[in-house]
């Protein structure tokens, strides 16, 4: 039913009006871009008291996380507001608004007239009353700003107190831990989340959070912040306190309501709206987190999008879409866990009646509520696969009577379109990036989108929780008539997770050992496939400050040489860019008479090879040496291959050697998915065969070119093109911003080459050398960390790892057989 609110039209000539909105944040933009598509007559102003444009809010914890920047937020770059000539004014917070005159007052002191008025000021956070809340140290977490705040504040060992265990308080934590702070949440209520979970779902969650090492305390009433003039304590109802570096305030949040009050609207707990959106004055209008609808406020993503589109209708005068409302419905990740709840889940209201599955090994958990035959409302914890199915019973009110016996989990329907078939265009996909059914279609059909990666990157569905990727993948199963399935690779049966997933759940819960990650995740034991993978990710995520399990790795790792078939052990020692010296080659040539060694062999990788070498000589072998580890054993910096260029070469235009010896001091002894090569030639004649290696620098006269994904082994790749430089810097930055990126996107034992066409080149280019400032500069210091925790294995030849490391094991041929 519509409020009892005159009904408007706006005159249809052809005079430009004044459409201001105050707002630049996820509601007000995405009713704009609504707006848009009617081609409307209006000149469109928008008032922004952040200084940033449009962005992403739900993704605000994965920029606390680190796992997003900034900038990977962003929704409605400047160019789109240029495109759209909308004149954006950002950091002017408007404090007054006058129906009358039809201006709204800036805190710069400007006054803008309008002719129609969009507000879409959001909500506030709710700041319980508790002493000293306002002390140094404490935060909310609502914007990119408070987000910055605190990872300008957060550091490893913080103690950090989250006040509030809903949603948001919830996101802050892991964001928090995920930067090292050692997390409490601390939640008035007996269950986390209660809007959206029951005391059972709850507690699910909370079990989980414990044993990622977020201490989680329930029932607690905080009283005070204590502390000499910064934040020390968090102090509770009944006098119990504890420790505390940093707090984040996340106790709700309630409709920002300020302006709609200045302007004389009609305000409950919201600015008042009907079904067409409109407020009690003709010409101002509200849409998002601000207004209150048959007596509801919204606060999520979905309902917000659809307020949207009958807003943009009714004020661009082709009033006749109605807003009836919003099931309410939530589906997301919460710490690694896939959560969703819809509809009224209290089985005790109404004569309702549950019907309820649980498996605590597994962590799933699953609750129907049923009034009348027909679906209530559903809570999924755990696995959320059938999620689509129960939002479609409850907004059609199906009959259940008959299905009893399937309604946990639903027989397979014989047509594998029918959820993607039964959902409207205009419903929601993506509730972290507001993607419609429609938009997605539209994708497909103009864009020519046939796979996931391709579909992130036109819509951005899916690039946020991942939680509507199974129903993204049907929907291009579908439409797309190209589809391209991509496939997720499971490691191994022991440890039943993508790799993608894996290096998510390891980054968000701070799991630093490959036995931790296979007791939580795995069978506990592990095998010679997944523990050297996991023990790869560890080092990569974590940049070598982790828990390093030499068990985990293969034999060559354990010992630093290349096992061979009789059991003895190849030694290659580093020779950078392929340059050595007469002390070195003396040094070779001793060690190979002193240890008998009966094969030295010169390598096609401008090293020498001692073959035949005794394990329990290694160490010996290495210290006579004197040189570093060629890790010609390991999947890591192998080596780079190089011309004599300017140096000696009549041809060459580059100082090929100085560059190919620095690009290797700089990657060695540093961990990668697979073996990696590299060469640098002084000129295109390419005699260092650079073209077929991992990652290849081409002199050129003033320039580099730098090449990535070739190879001459097995299967023969020339590189693709990455970018061409000036500079040697410029080319020895760009190839470690590759160099990074390969680390932690690539799959473990994935060559670059099938790397790099997996992904496309040009997705390569445009998430490295054509990413932004800040993004190449993560990877870069993220690699310089790795490298500052590198060191020359080698050098265990002075402090065993293990007592037995060195000790020679017989061949089974010669071993005594007991009888």
């Known amino acids: 039913m519509s409020l009892p609110l005159t009904e408007r039209e706006l005159p249809n000539d ?25 081609a409307p007559k209006f000149n469109i102003t928008i008032f922004g008291d952040e200084t940033h444009v449009n962005y992403n809010r739900i993704l605000l914890s994965s920029v606390l996380a680190g796992e997003k920047s900034p900038d990977d937020i962003v929704l409605n770059g400047r160019d789109w507001y240029e495109q759209n000539n909308i004149d954006l004014k950002l950091g002017v917070r408007i404090v007054d608004v006058d129906p009358m005159a039809k201006t709204v007052t800036g805190n710069d002191g400007s006054v803008t007239t309008f002719d129609k008025l969009l507000l879409a000021t959001g909500s506030i956070p709710i700041i319980p009353s508790i002493e000293d809340v306002m002390k140094d140290g404490v935060f909310v977490f609502r914007n990119l700003d408070d987000t910055r705040s605190l990872l300008e504040r957060s550091r490893p060992g913080l103690k950090a107190v989250v006040i509030g265990g809903g949603l948001l308080g919830l996101e802050a934590a892991r964001g928090l831990q995920v930067q090292g702070c050692e997390v409490t949440v601390v939640h008035l209520m007996d269950t986390l989340m209660e809007r959206q979970l029951d005391p059972v779902g709850g507690s699910y969650l909370a079990t989980k959070m414990n044993a990622m090492g977020i201490t989680v305390l329930l029932g607690l009433s905080t009283t005070a912040v204590l502390g000499n003039g910064k934040v020390e304590r968090v102090q509770f109802k009944g006098g119990g306190s504890i420790p505390a570096d940093l707090v984040v305030v996340a106790a709700g949040i309630r409709p920002n309501i300020e302006l709609g009050h200045k302007a004389g609207l009609e305000i409950k707990r919201g600015i008042v709206v009907n079904d067409y959106m409109e407020t009690s004055h003709p010409d101002i209008f509200a849409v998002g987190e601000c207004v209150q609808h048959n007596g509801v406020c919204y606060g999520l993503v979905a309902p917000l999008l659809e307020q949207g589109k009958v807003l943009a209708a009714t004020i661009t005068g082709n009033k006749g879409p109605t807003y009836q409302g919003t099931v309410l419905a939530s589906k997301l990740k919460i710490m690694g866990v896939d959560v969703f709840s819809a509809g009224d889940f209290n089985e005790k209201a109404d004569g309702g009646e549950m019907v309820r599955y649980e498996d605590p090994s597994q962590g799933i958990y699953k609750k129907l509520t049923l009034k009348n035959g027909k679906l209530a409302g559903v809570i999924l914890v755990g696995d959320t696969s059938d999620s689509h199915r129960y939002m479609e019973w409850l907004r059609s009110e199906t009959d259940l009577t008959s299905m009893r016996r399937q309604l946990l989990f639903p027989e397979p329907s014989a047509d594998v379109g029918l959820d993607v078939a039964q959902m409207q265009d205009g419903e929601t996909v993506c509730g972290c990036m507001g993607v419609t059914k429609g938009t997605i279609i539209r994708a497909i059909h103009d864009k020519g989108v046939s796979t996931l ?31 391209e399935e991509e496939t997720k690779r499971v490691i191994c049966k022991c440890i039943p997770f993508a790799e993608d997933n894996l290096r998510e759940i390891l980054r968000s819960q701070q799991l630093k050992s490959v036995q931790e990650v296979l007791e939580i995740y795995g069978n506990g034991v592990g095998c010679e496939v997944c523990k050297p993978a996991l023990s790869y990710m560890l080092d990569m995520l974590w940049c070598g400050d982790h828990e390093e399990d030499r068990s985990a790795r293969f034999i060559n790792d354990r010992v630093h040489a290349n096992i061979q078939k009789d059991g003895t052990f190849s030694v290659i020692p580093r020779m950078r860019g392929g340059v050595t010296s007469s002390a070195e080659l003396r040094r070779i040539a001793d060690v190979a008479d002193k240890y008998q060694v009966p094969m030295v062999k010169v390598t096609g990788s401008q090293r020498i090879d001692l073959l035949g070498i005794k394990k329990a000589d290694l160490p010996k072998v290495w210290a ?44 060695e002894n540093l961990f990668t998915p697979h073996k990696l090569k590299m060469g640098v030639v002084g000129c295109p004649r390419n005699c260092a065969e650079a073209t077929v290696k991992d990652i290849g620098l081409v002199g050129q006269e003033g320039s580099w070119q730098v090449v990535v994904g070739g190879a001459a082994g097995k299967k023969v790749r020339k590189a693709d093109l990455l970018v061409t430089v000036e500079t040697t810097e410029q080319a020895l930055e760009a190839a470690g911003v590759f160099f990074q990126y390969y680390r932690e996107n690539a799959n473990y034992l994935e060559r670059t080459y099938d790397f790099v066409e997996r992904l496309g080149i040009e997705k390569v280019r445009k998430d490295t050398v054509y990413a932004t400032a800040g993004v190449k500069r993560d990877l870069l210091d993220r690699l310089r960390k790795s490298k500052d925790h590198s060191y020359d294995a080698w050098l265990e030849r ?18 005594e057989v007991l009888i």
């Open 14 to 38: 052809a005079v430009a009006k004044k459409l201001v909105v105050v707002g630049n944040g996820m509601a007000g933009v995405a009713c704009v871009e609504q707006i848009l598509r009617h």
């Open 453 to 483: 990666a391709q579909l992130k990157e036109c819509t951005r569905a899916s690039s946020g929780c991942g939680s509507c990727t199974a129903l993204c993948q049907q929907l291009l199963k579908a439409v797309a008539p190209e589809f």
């Open 624 to 667: 006579d040496l004197g040189m570093p580890s060629g890790q010609a054993y390991t999947k890591g910096v192998r080596m780079v291959k190089t011309c004599v260029g300017t140096e000696f070469c009549r041809f060459g235009v580059q100082d090929s050697t100085t560059a190919g010896i620095e690009l290797e001091r700089r990657f």
């Open 798 to 815: 002075e402090t065993l790892n293990h007592p037995t490391q060195f000790l020679q094991i017989k061949p089974m041929e010669e071993a």
